[in-house]
């Protein structure tokens, strides 16, 4: 039976989102936590982009020490030649790729101008896959963007031939959450069938279906006989209306009526850090959980109603379809209510000890102590704001890691250096 896989797009679809960013620390502790979600891939970044080079190669060499491990990177490009040129060339060790190229009529029309026509997407997408197996990629999914807006037929010629050509997944992008359960099950169940490959489904939000529409996707793939990998972002982080949630869509694939009894997932996903990750996320984006939010929301296990009230005491199972604690709730957190002493980017050594002292970490000299701080004053100029216990814990453990996601050299050939200033 074939079964259902995470790919989180945090680190990619969620970055992307207007008004949001993350500092690539805090890109990293995603990378981190998704491992130990048991997350199956993070879609970690854009390999083609210079100033996330370092960040890139930095993460791959953390899953080269056996500590991003067993999760799975991949990058996202465009399926142009000279991006997977660039990709290579910017990160040599990459060994998972997505590629991406619109499909729809729509697109061809008016995003391409009908510069390019179906077979010359088709072209575009097969050299882009040859040339990512020409350098020793690993696995690469084929993304079809707006795919719910494209005619089937088209979809599963365009699958067939990424197919022939190396591809390993075929991801449907529903980019305008256009979809509904109903549609992209049958989609998805056409695309296993003809194709004979993994779907790949990737929802956004726009209807609100975001959740129940990667649920039926991943259904329509597994009974057409192919493995689901479901697109998901931490808290639903995503361009617009955002992508379908982990935790939400985790709850709805193992929680739902009878879904589960057939619908299995090939990787269990560890719920119980589901809190702290959430709270991270919230907090490294600035944006709030909503208090409705499944799972992590403030009101998710809130009772007031007299008779929620007396029924969840008499039996939790009368008003909860899961516990607090499956999802890592219910341990007291500690809230400094008096003295506070924070890092930032102009922290002291005296005021740093104390914090990481707090945290049982001590250094071997003061010389070492001072290093460990300068990278947190860095790592707080890029973030803006106080770094959490783990950001200072992974500072503290891999110092030459933090080196390097810290580290960005713009335009190192510049034209800008040969320009005389005029007045
Ligand atoms: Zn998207």
Redesign the pocket.
């Known amino acids: 039976m074939a079964k259902i896989y995470f790919l989180d797009?945090t680190n990619r679809?969620g970055v992307q989102t207007a008004n949001l960013g993350l500092s690539k620390l805090e890109k990293t502790m995603i990378n981190m936590y998704l491992n130990e979600m048991g997350v199956f891939q993070s879609e970690f970044g854009f390999p083609t982009t210079r100033h996330e080079s370092l960040y890139l190669q930095a993460n791959l060499e953390l899953a080269d020490r056996g500590i991003l491990q067993p999760i799975r990177l991949g990058g996202w490009i465009r399926a142009v030649v000279a991006d997977v040129e660039k990709a290579f060339d910017l990160v040599p060790d990459i060994k998972h790729l997505n590629i991406s190229i619109s499909t729809s009529a729509q697109m061809l029309q008016g995003k391409f101008q009908g510069t390019k026509n179906r077979e010359d997407v088709v072209n575009m997408m097969v050299d882009a896959v040859e040339a990512a197996r020409a350098h020793g990629a690993e696995s690469i999914g084929v993304n079809a963007e707006d795919a719910s807006r494209t005619k089937i037929d088209f979809l599963v010629s365009f699958g067939l031939a990424a197919k022939e050509h190396g591809a390993d997944r075929l991801r449907y992008?529903d980019?305008l959450g256009y979809d509904n359960a109903f549609t992209i099950y049958e989609s998805a169940k056409i695309l296993a069938e003809n194709i004979g490959i993994p779907i790949e489904l990737?929802c956004?939000g726009d209807l609100g279906m975001a959740a129940a529409n990667s649920l039926a996707g991943a259904k329509g793939a597994i009974d057409g006989g192919q493995d689901a990998y479901i697109?998901t972002t931490l808290n639903g982080i995503?361009?617009r209306a955002g992508?379908a949630d982990l935790i939400a869509t985790a709850l709805a694939v193992t929680k739902s009526k009878g879904f589960a009894k057939k619908y299995q997932l090939g990787k269990p996903i560890d719920l119980t850090k589901a809190w702290k990750v959430s709270k991270f996320a919230s907090y490294a984006f600035r944006v709030p959980i909503p208090i409705n939010h499944p799972g992590v929301g403030a009101n998710a296990f809130a009772h007031g109603s007299g008779i929620h009230a007396d029924g969840v005491l008499k039996d939790p199972e009368n008003y909860e379809l899961y516990s607090y604690d499956e999802l890592g709730r219910g341990e007291p957190e500690l809230v400094e209510t008096g003295r506070e002493i924070c890092s930032g980017q102009y922290s002291g050594i005296k005021g740093f000890s104390h914090i990481m002292g707090q945290m049982e970490v001590s250094f071997e000299d003061d010389r070492q102590a001072e290093e460990i701080l300068e990278l947190a004053r860095y790592a707080n100029v890029e973030a803006q704001k106080p770094l959490v216990e783990d950001e200072l814990l992974f500072i503290a453990k891999y110092p030459k890691i933090a080196k390097k996601l810290l580290t960005m050299r713009p335009l190192e050939k510049s034209v800008l250096d040969i320009i005389v200033p005029t007045a």
Do not use: A, L, Q
Request: hydrophobic share 10%; with cysteine.
């Open positions: 797009v679809d992008c980019t990737h956004h697109n995503g361009e992508n």
